[in-house]
């Protein structure tokens, strides 16, 4: 690749970085968040269901681009495109759908972030970089497992770190398996029980296919702070006898 051609990839890169931007603050101030209304969706599950078998495999298709074009244009969180899966396509169907969809969404954030910024390393701090650089596939799984870091954000640490293409998407997919399979049982679930009459609210929270995920997501979202607390002990002297 010439240097020219290299420029030019790189300035297409940050445009189209910089229309995600631009999409995702418009889609926020014309009032955007309404969309992510779960009460809404479930008052229309049933319809969304028998809509997403008629279309069959041509719907399932559609859903997986629309996925990973709202989640490239960092308009529309994975979690919810998740949740909307399972409502359409039901659990198992609907996770795989949304795993293909998040993958895909994600690995195009990557490669803008990856090819946009000539200075990649740079941007982030040395020890981040050089952790990502060295244990990519290990540290993308943890990140993507254990909640601690926003969604968009890994992607893009990864792409300014230099990541191979490969191991960011395995590592996502390996990562976010859990959380998808979670959030596409509660799609199913909690909006299908919506559908059928349910408003989403305390007692349909309490029905067991519903609450055993829920639990599920909180155990990922304390396990972080329960590593480093463990970690922290670890790492201090041990005291053999009170100080004179």
Not at 19 to 33: E, K, Q, S, W
Not at 55 to 63: E, K, M, P, R, T
Not at 84 to 103: D, E, H, K, R, S
């Amino acid at each position: 690749m010439t240097a020219a051609a290299g420029s030019r990839g790189r300035t297409a890169a940050r445009a189209l970085f910089l229309l995600a931007i631009v999409a995702a603050c418009t889609f926020l101030a014309l009032g955007g968040r309404h969309v992510l209304d779960i009460e809404r969706l479930a008052a229309r599950a049933t319809s969304l269901r028998a809509l997403a078998q008629h279309w069959g495999a041509l719907g399932l298709g559609a859903f997986v681009l629309a996925d990973a074009a709202a989640l490239s244009a960092l308009v529309v969180p994975a979690w919810f495109c998740t949740l909307i899966a399972g409502l359409l396509f039901g659990p198992w169907v609907g996770a795989t759908a949304a795993l293909a969809g998040t993958v895909a969404g994600a690995s195009a954030v990557f490669a803008m972030a990856r090819a946009g910024f000539a200075k990649r390393g740079t941007v982030l701090p040395p020890r981040w970089a050089a952790r990502l650089q060295t244990h990519a596939l290990v540290s993308l799984i943890a990140l993507r497992l254990l909640p601690v870091v926003p969604f968009t954000l890994v992607n893009i640490a990864a792409g300014l770190a230099g990541v191979g293409a490969g191991r960011f998407a395995l590592g996502t997919a390996i990562g976010i398996l859990p959380s998808v399979v979670i959030y596409a049982r509660l799609g199913d679930a909690l909006l299908a029980g919506g559908g059928a009459g349910e408003r989403p609210g305390t007692g349909l929270l309490l029905r067991p296919d519903i609450l055993l995920p829920l639990l599920a997501l909180a155990l990922l979202a304390v396990v972080p702070a329960l590593l480093g607390r463990l970690g922290r002990r670890r790492g201090r002297p041990a005291q053999t006898g009170r100080p004179t």
